[in-house]
C-alpha cells in the first residue's frame, strides 16, 4: 500500500483519468471504422486492411519524434497536442469520401494517440523513482484496459442510435476534454545538461531488448482482436464475444494485484508466470470446444498479457537515463506497432493456408522466440541492474 500511494499522486492519477478518456474514443471509433469505410464509404475490406496498414507504419516512422519530444517538452503537453491530434482525426472521418481521405484520417488519428501514449508512459516512468517503475508501469495499463471494456461499447451504443457522425462528433469532444485534463499535468521531463551527448534518433539502445520482446510476443494481442472471436464463432460457440467482456475485468483487477507483487517478485518471475499464462490462453483459444474453456482463455489472457506487457514496459525502461525516459518508450513502442504491421499480414496468410486454429498454434513460434530471448540475455541482465540498485 505503501508504493501504491507513492505512485497514485496528482500527475499519475490525471494521466490515467485522460488515458480512459482518450482510449475510450480512440476504442470506439477503432472497433467501428472497418463498419463506417465498408458500409458507408463503400471500401472493400482488404482496401480498409491497407488503411490500417499505411497508418500503421506512418506512426513506426514518427515514434521516434515523438520520444524526442516527450523528453524536450512538458509531458502534459504533449499528451494535449496527441489529443487534439486524435479530435481532428475523428472530424476528418466525417469528411472523407473514399481511399485516400479517409487514410489521411487514419494517419492522423493514430499518431495523434501515438503521442498521447509516449507522454502518458513518460508521465508514468517520471512521476516516480526509477526502483519502483515497474509498479507505475504496470498501475499506467488502468487507463488502456477501463479504455478496452468502455470504447467499443460505447461506440456501437451512439452509432447504433444516433448514426456514424454523432460518434465521431462525441469521440472529439471526448478527445478534447481529454487533452484540457493533460493540460493540468505538470510533469516535466528531467533536464541534465551533464548528460552525455547521444546520437541514436529516438532510439533508445539500452530499451532495445523490450524492443525485441514486444516485436516477438506483444503482437499476440493484435492478432487476438482480429481472430479470437471470428475463430470461436466459426466453431458454433455463440456467446464467444464473452471472452473480451470477462477479459477486460480480469484485465482491470489483474492491473491492481500485479502492481502489488511486482516488486516483490521481481520483473523476471512476473514476465514467466505471465507468458506462461499467456501461451495457455493462446492455445485454450484455438482448441476451446465450448464456452468453459473460452472463459478460461480469457481470465489467462487477462493476467498473462497485461503482466507479460507490464514486464516488457519495465524492461524497457529499467537502464534508461533518466533524460531519454520518453525515447526509450518510443523504442518500445516501435516494437509494438511494428508487430502490427508485420504480425497481422503474416497472421492473414497463415489463416488462409491452414485456417484460424491453425494460425493461432503457429503464432506460438515468435512468442517461443521472444522468451528464449529473455531466457539467453534479459534474465541476467535484469538481475544485474536490480542487483546493482539493491546495492546502491
Sequence with gaps: MKVWKEVLRKNFILMIIAMIICGTAQMAVNTNSAAYAVG????????????VAIAGIVVVVLYPLLGIL??????GL???????????????????????????????????????INAALS??????????????????GLGPALSYFTGPQTGTAIFAKFGFRTMFIACAVLSVAGAVIFLLNTS?????????????????????????????ILQIVFIGQTYATVSLLERGIEKAALFWTVGAVINVFARFFMSGIITKIGINKMFYCCVALLVISVI????????????LASVCWGVGYNG??????SISVLRAPADRVGQANSTHQIGHNLAQVVWAQVAGILA????????FLFMLIPIAAGIIFFIAYVHRMVNRVEARKAAA
Design 308 to 313: 507479460t506487457q507490464a514486464a516488457i514496459m
Design 70 to 75: 516527450c523528453d524536450k517538452m512538458r509531458h
Design 352 to 359: 488462409g493456408v491452414f485456417g484460424y486454429q491453425g494460425m
Design 284 to 295: 485454450c483459444i484455438a482448441k476451446a470446444p465450448g464456452l468453459g474453456i473460452v472463459i
Design 123 to 140: 508521465i508514468a516512468a517520471a512521476s516516480v523513482r526509477p526502483e519502483i517503475r515497474s509498479v507505475a508501469m504496470t498501475l499506467y
Design 188 to 216: 516535466k521531463p528531467v533536464n541534465n545538461p551533464d548528460a552525455p551527448k547521444r546520437k541514436a534518433f529516438g532510439f533508445e539502445k539500452t530499451a532495445l531488448p523490450g524492443f525485441i520482446l514486444s516485436f516477438l
Design 40 to 51: 458507408v464509404l463503400g471500401l472493400e475490406q482488404a482496401r480498409f486492411g491497407t488503411v
Design 78 to 116: 504533449c499528451g494535449a497536442v496527441g489529443a487534439v491530434l486524435l479530435a481532428l482525426g475523428f472530424i476528418l472521418y466525417m469528411q472523407s469520401t473514399g481511399f485516400a481521405s479517409i487514410t489521411i484520417a487514419r494517419c492522423i488519428q493514430m499518431a495523434g494517440f501515438g503521442f498521447v
